[in-house]
């Protein structure tokens, strides 16, 4: 069963930076797409960042390429979202997700059939 854990979100300046992390406490990501969504207040989640865990290929959001980068540590079976040059407009609460077979969009949170419990990032302009 996978347990997804999320940490790592607060309270950031505008041109700040966090580090988001997401560990299974309950299975293995080898052969699993990690991906990472946020939703803003009253808006729908949207898509931020994936990376397909076998291959390494990753995959961001327009409005946050160059700014935030999707990483893994097979060893520590965990998958990192590094938030550089942070606006407020990134606001959001940040959810983590997997999925093993995937046949949409990932892009798309329905591909998703595992999901993090959330973790909240303001950033103050």
């Known amino acids: 069963q996978v347990q997804l854990v999320e940490s790592g979100g607060g309270l950031v300046q505008a041109g700040g930076s966090l580090r988001l992390s997401c560990a299974d406490s309950?299975?293995?990501?080898?052969?699993?797409?990690m991906g990472w969504f946020r939703q803003a207040p009253g808006k729908e989640r949207a898509f931020v960042a994936v990376v397909i865990w076998n291959e390494g290929n990753t995959y961001y959001a327009d409005s946050v390429k160059g700014r935030f980068t999707i990483s893994r540590d097979n060893a520590r079976n965990t998958v990192y979202l590094q938030m550089n040059s942070l606006k407020p407009e990134d606001t959001a609460v940040y959810y983590c997700?997997?999925?093993?077979?995937?046949?949409?969009?990932?892009?798309?949170?329905?591909?998703?059939?595992?999901w993090g419990q959330g973790t909240q990032v303001t950033v103050s302009s």
């Open positions: 309950g299975g293995t990501f080898s052969r699993y797409a």
């Open positions: 997700a997997a999925v093993q077979k995937w046949s949409g969009t990932l892009r798309n949170s329905y591909s998703y059939d595992y």
